[in-house]
């Protein structure tokens, strides 16, 4: 499974799923992963967990989260009820143009992708009131849309959808920023260890000893909490970084898989390839085509 979710933002310039279910056999269980743009979730039912940035949240009714282009987060619904929700996605650079004549709104639309938010969740969104007459309008209007006509009407959406964001979070700021719907999480005390650790060779019995944990206590507490191995979630990390600098910076892919603890070259690139489904050298292409597409799609 790909843990840097390409969604090919560059042919498409917005994903967007409606009141999306699943139940039972059909849970959303997913692995930890990123995506390369801004992806907005409002949970419309359901109940888990939502770990991002080493820190836990509870999934519940009535609320939004937003994930940062490249934030590795992963979520654990509980399969006995139904997980119903709205995702929005797409690449920032693609519209922050077409906010540029309403200032204020611009420099929300910016903070949203820019800026270290306090917390990635809003609680308590009034399920009658807020966006959903505003979905409703581009879930019937989308399979019509023109190929030609996208840009334009996508950014029309975004822009009502962050203007009625933009008083809601301004709204809850002071409650996101002490932070009381926070829950801890067990698993959080091996996340803070592993982010300090994920470059170094994985050693088990060294985490167990600082975090004073027998090995199998560790790897079962880990794996019950967030659905996924710690071996499993060392690779999405290091996948995250590494996807991070082949953007970012000019470095060999060498220097990038030493850069993340993977010394060898060779099995660097066969790990991304299984993992993202191209080469490094690949995905780095395709970042600079996806960023030539966006300069000539710029109105």
Not at 14 to 33: K, N, P, V, W
Not at 152 to 177: C, T, V
Not at 209 to 233: M, N, Q, R, V
Request: net charge negative; glycine share 4%; with cysteine.
């Amino acid at each position: 499974m790909s843990y840097v979710r390409n969604i090919g933002l560059n042919e498409n310039p917005l994903y967007f799923a409606y009141q999306r279910e699943t139940i039972g056999s059909e849970q959303f269980q997913g692995t930890f992963h990123a995506h390369q743009g801004i992806e907005i979730l409002i949970v419309h039912k359901g109940h888990g967990t939502l770990i991002v940035d080493q820190k836990s949240y509870e999934v519940t009714s009535g609320m939004l989260c937003v994930f940062q282009p490249y934030q590795l987060h992963h979520i654990q619904v509980d399969p006995e009820t139904p997980f119903t929700r709205t995702v929005i996605q797409y690449e920032p650079s693609v519209y922050e143009s077409y906010f540029a004549h309403w200032p204020r709104l611009l420099a929300f639309f910016k903070h949203i992708h820019t800026s270290k938010l306090h917390a990635p969740c809003l609680y308590g969104l009034n399920e009658a009131d807020q966006f959903h007459s505003l979905f409703q309008s581009l879930e019937t209007k989308q399979p019509s849309i023109n190929k030609n006509d996208e840009l334009e009407e996508y950014s029309l959406f975004l822009i009502a959808f962050f203007r009625s964001f933009m008083p809601l979070w301004e709204q809850h700021d002071g409650q996101i920023r002490s932070g009381p719907t926070r829950k801890t999480h067990q698993a959080e005390r091996i996340l803070s260890w592993l982010e300090e650790h994920y470059t170094e060779p994985l050693r088990l019995e060294q985490m167990s000893a600082e975090l004073h944990l027998s090995p199998y206590h560790l790897s079962h507490l880990f794996t019950e909490c967030t659905g996924t191995s710690i071996s499993d979630y060392v690779t999405a990390r290091r996948l995250q970084q590494a996807v991070k600098l082949l953007m970012s910076t000019d470095q060999t892919v060498a220097r990038i898989g030493e850069a993340i603890g993977v010394t060898n070259c060779s099995y660097f690139c066969k790990m991304f390839k299984s993992h993202i489904g191209i080469t490094p050298h690949q995905y780095r292409k395709q970042l600079q085509k996806q960023y030539e597409a966006t300069l000539t799609q710029l109105p």
